[in-house]
């Protein structure tokens, strides 16, 4: 159910982007067998559940610091001064 629920998802989303139908099928196959989230609160609640915390600063401290330096640039570079 949940490869239906990627697939049904990926190609949803795909076609509104021109996207070929055999990249969305490549794409909807590999997901599940990864096992990565990108959500840091999808990938809590298994830990949780699994009280198996290997690697999961990756999924809260690397968003942190991403977002740090997002907002250290867009200062530095983008934002124009009045």
Known sequence: MRLFTVLVAILTLGSLQ??????EIRIGAVYPLTGAAMNPARAFGPALAARHWMNQG???VGPLIGGVIAGWLYNSFLLKES
């Open 18 to 23: 021109n996207a070929s139908a055999q990249e």
């Open 58 to 60: 990756v999924y809260w």
